[in-house]
């Protein structure tokens, strides 16, 4: 997997240089962790070693990937949500990074993106009765639709509506750089669950997820808890734990426990309706 | 009791018994004129219904209705009320087996026929419901198995069940298979006799009607009928909590296995009455069974009805009393919102009007608990709907600003189309269609356990009179 086959997916993006600029400032991130680019055969290891239930932790660091959205600069333009469509070959109402228009307590709109939330501990993973559902030790949730019956309780367990089903034929996709697996289910499989996978198989090599990218505000930052580490689309890079602390981050729905690994950072009197549990 | 066990035609038969197995023997050895065609015509339903299912599959399970705004609906539904069904059986058999209760006699065969095929019957919609049916075997198949999952507890609970309800349809099954084949000594040989012949034979075994048999026999269906209870209880309990292992509101409901347990009771009772009822009509069963048959089960029938009711009371008004956006907004949908006309067509026809037909005693004939019997299954499968349906729809991600109150956000809505209706309408089908081709084989009514207690009101009348 050179970086040239993970470029293919992103050749037909609109700004090319702000994936490059996106991705050398992801570079600096990955060197400043001291692990270097030499993590994405760990990545895939690790992967094919939880597909295979028994789950081998590996004994060299990992790296922990999270995604910080900062409220107070979407302007609910979806380029986000277009750009994972395209690059994973969704369905129009397939909104695996969606955007949410909410209200906040000045009666102002103001947007939501809300992708998977990557939970520590997800409520998909124990209901699916054959496994389907997985975390790698990367800290991402995934779907084997290999395995997937289709009985959906995962939709009915997830909290966050973060799920979408292959209700007819998958859109079709050209020949893809990756092999279709959890880390790219490209294309998805008819009768089979999807979700945001933060753009897995991209990650080894360096690259942002594809709504990363594309946000040209600068909302949504990717990085790694171990190195401490999360870039923005713009270049931008910060220092996870004091840009949580100093702007208040919080988590979507935290009173479920799930522990999600996407932090929100509020701006305008939003409340992510944590203060109205849905039961 | 009496007049119910010794019909009039028992005194003007010299031997006692005799004419209770031509009854029970007669839709074995005679074919009624409407048999063959009505047998077409339900299998020609569901013949539709797998037209149907083979078109979902090669279009997507988006051509029954689905949605990501609406993943659970129709089959899910079905599931549980086909499954739900198939309590009658457990009732009449094995609870009125328990306390004793001697009319139940003629009526338990028909019972756990009912049970037998409508439980297949429902679980077959796991097939359906499912998005990816050609990996059904990994249920089955131990490596894939995630013991953490109700849905994998719910097929071991039923599978289960179904063991349990074919062997307590076998054991009594195995004394009038010694009388059926005593039977069919006097008929004269053809391919249908012979066929019979040798079923009964495998169902005898070495079975040789010794008292001491006999009552290890009974020792054992008494088993299997204190047995029963508890998996039938398990079966709607794993089965509801596919639904509770979740956030919505609705689905997330402490009440929701007992809510289940009570209403598959409730809509199990309510078949067996349809079942017996046209038995009765088509096998010409009037001397066996009763009005007064009719008017018991009508009335256990209405204790699991009020129950029912109950709970579901107790359930919104909780839940709607309770301050949470997503509670609340639930039971507004359900009580005055986009689901009031189906939560209150059951309301009605499933919870008020069977309870005043069986208060009214003019009301309370043959036909009164028959209309409030259909009342009830069809509109407990609407209950099924308004069960699944409104929380499958909820949006979990929405402002609790934006909007009014309790309506925020965009709820999902399921569209029914001709494919799931036509699903449901085969299995619909698939229970008179099997029920027909059980009774071709099997004697209808229980002759052995009839004459038995027969036997016993005899003796006790005796001693009685002593």
């Avoid at chain 1, 949730?141 to 998958?170: E, S």
């Avoid at chain 2, 009007?353 to 003019?362: D, K, S």
Wanted: charged share 15%; hydrophobic share 45%.
């Amino acid at each position: 997997m050179s970086e040239s086959d993970g470029h293919l997916a992103t050749s037909e993006k609109a700004s090319h240089e702000k994936v490059t600029i996106g991705r050398r400032g992801f570079l600096r991130a990955a060197a400043i962790s001291g692990i270097g680019l030499g993590v994405m055969g760990v990545v895939a290891e690790t992967v094919a070693a939880a597909t295979q239930t028994s789950t081998t932790t590996p004994t060299g660091p990992t790296k922990q990937w999270c995604m910080i959205i900062d409220l107070r600069l979407c302007n609910g333009c979806k380029l986000c949500t277009t750009a994972c469509q395209t690059a994973h070959y969704l369905h129009e109402d397939q909104t695996w990074m969606n955007v949410y228009t909410m209200q906040n307590a000045a009666g102002e709109d103001y947007f939501m993106p809300r992708p998977c939330m990557m939970c520590e501990d997800p409520a998909c993973v124990p209901v699916c009765p054959v496994g389907a559902n997985f975390r790698t030790p990367e800290g991402l949730v995934l779907v084997d639709q290999h395995k997937c019956i289709g009985t959906r309780i995962c939709m009915n367990a997830c909290p966050y509506d973060a799920r979408y089903f292959n209700w007819t034929d998958p859109v079709p996709a050209p020949r893809q750089p990756f092999a279709q697996e959890p880390e790219w289910p490209v294309p998805q499989v008819k009768g089979t669950v999807g979700k945001c996978v933060d753009c897995a198989a991209m990650l080894p090599s360096g690259q942002l997820p594809e709504c990363v990218v594309n946000c040209p505000m600068g909302v949504l930052y990717f990085g790694d808890l171990t190195s401490d580490v999360a870039v923005n689309g713009n270049g931008a890079t910060v220092k996870i734990s004091t840009f949580l602390a100093e702007n208040d981050a919080i988590v979507f729905k935290e009173e479920y426990g799930t522990h999600p690994r996407v932090y929100y950072i509020p701006g305008h009197g939003q409340d992510l309706n944590n203060n109205a549990s849905a039961s | 009791m009496t007049d119910v066990l010794n019909p009039p035609s028992h005194t003007t038969v010299p031997a006692p018994g005799a004419d209770l197995r031509a009854s029970a023997m007669r839709p074995v050895l005679e074919t009624p004129s409407w048999w063959w065609p009505a047998v077409a015509i339900l299998g020609v339903i569901v013949v539709l219904g797998v037209v149907a299912w083979v078109y979902q599959v090669a279009n997507g399970l988006g051509v029954s209705g689905y949605n990501d705004g609406a993943f659970w609906a129709i089959y899910e539904a079905n599931l549980v009320a086909f499954i739900g069904v198939s309590y009658g059986g457990a009732v009449v058999s094995a609870i009125l087996r328990l306390t004793h209760t001697e009319w139940r006699a003629p009526l338990t065969r028909i019972a756990e026929a009912t049970a037998l095929v409508t439980l297949p019957i429902g679980m077959a919609f796991i097939i359906p419901h499912l998005g990816n049916p050609s990996k059904l075997w990994e249920l089955v198949w131990p490596p894939y198995w995630n013991l953490t999952s109700p849905i994998l507890w719910d097929f071991f609970a039923v599978s289960t069940y179904l063991l349990a309800t074919a062997v307590f349809f076998y054991l009594p099954l195995i004394p009038d298979a010694v009388i059926a084949l005593d039977r069919l000594e006097d008929e004269p040989a053809s391919t249908r006799v012979r066929v019979r012949k040798s079923l009964y034979r495998i169902l005898v075994g070495r079975y040789a009607s010794t008292p001491a048999e006999r009552r290890r026999l009974n020792g054992a269906i008494g088993l299997i009928a204190i047995m029963i209870i508890p998996m039938a209880v398990s079966v709607h309990s794993v089965l509801s909590f596919a639904f509770a292992s979740s956030s919505r509101a609705g689905y997330m409901e402490t009440i929701l296995p007992v809510y289940f347990v009570v209403a598959a009771l409730y809509s199990g009772v309510a078949l067996v009455v349809l079942t017996v009822a046209a038995a009765r009509r088509l096998f010409h069963l009037e001397a066996y069974i009763s009005s007064r048959h009719f008017v018991r089960l009508g009335f256990v029938m209405i204790a699991f009805g009020a129950a029912y009711l109950y709970l579901t009371f107790t359930e919104y008004l909780i839940d709607g009393y309770s301050g949470t956006t997503g509670a609340a907004a639930w039971v507004y949908q359900i009580v005055a919102g986009r689901y009031a006309i189906p939560f209150w067509i059951y309301f009605f026809a499933g919870g008020v009007i069977p309870l005043v037909i069986m208060a009214v005693r003019r009301w309370r004939t043959t036909t009164g608990v028959v209309v409030a019997s259909t009342l009830v299954v069809l509109a407990l499968w609407i209950k099924r709907l308004v069960i699944v349906i409104p929380p499958a729809t909820e949006p979990l991600v929405n402002s609790p600003l934006k909007g009014s109150g309790v309506l925020a956000g965009n709820w999902g809505t399921y569209h029914f189309t001709w494919v799931p209706i036509s699903i449901t309408v085969a299995a619909t089908a698939a229970i008179p269609l099997l029920l027909l081709v059980v009774f071709r084989f099997v004697p209808i009514l229980p002759m052995a356990e009839m004459e038995e207690i027969d036997e016993a009101g005899h003796e006790a009348n005796l001693e009685a009179s002593v």
